[in-house]
């Protein structure tokens, strides 16, 4: 059972970030595992219809921090400390998924495997491994 549902990931998301928009959403939680769509607009793309290397990475944090509260549950001040990322193939479309896992839960760090992929695409157009420091447990 997750400790943090997409419903109450929009809610917090939408509350937390006033100038997000209604872009991007939660779609999946899963114990370790989290979804997200984005809905691409011009604010996104690069010469070319290419979603831009920033929004992939944005995504990709976002996802992973999502994956981190399906077991923690609301932890805001949970923060990236590192994010590497490998573009695959160019990312050309209407919207985007990314699909974050976690392949490892610790005290202090968290590190999840991101996949990024164009919706309705089979291949993964970016790839990721983004580590997040865990807050203190008092």
């Not at 932890?75 to 990314?98: D, H, K, Q, W, Y």
Request: charged share 15%; with cysteine; hydrophobic share 45%.
């Amino acid at each position: 059972m997750t400790k943090f549902t997409a419903e109450e990931a929009n809610a917090f998301l939408t509350a937390s970030f006033k100038n997000r928009g209604a872009q991007n959403q939660v779609v999946t939680m899963e114990p370790g595992f989290a979804v997200m769509r984005l809905a691409v607009d011009d604010t996104h793309l690069r010469p070319g219809g290419y979603i831009s290397g920033p929004t992939q990475m944005s995504l990709a944090d976002s996802v992973a921090y999502m994956a981190i509260m399906t077991l923690t549950g609301l932890e805001p001040m949970t923060v990236t400390s590192n994010l590497n990322i490998n573009f695959l193939r160019p990312c050309i479309g209407a919207a985007v998924v990314a699909e974050g896992r976690i392949l490892k839960m610790g005290q202090a760090l968290a590190v999840i495997e991101v996949d990024i992929r164009v919706e309705g695409a089979d291949k993964p157009s970016s790839h990721a491994i983004v580590t997040y420091a865990l807050p203190r447990k008092a």
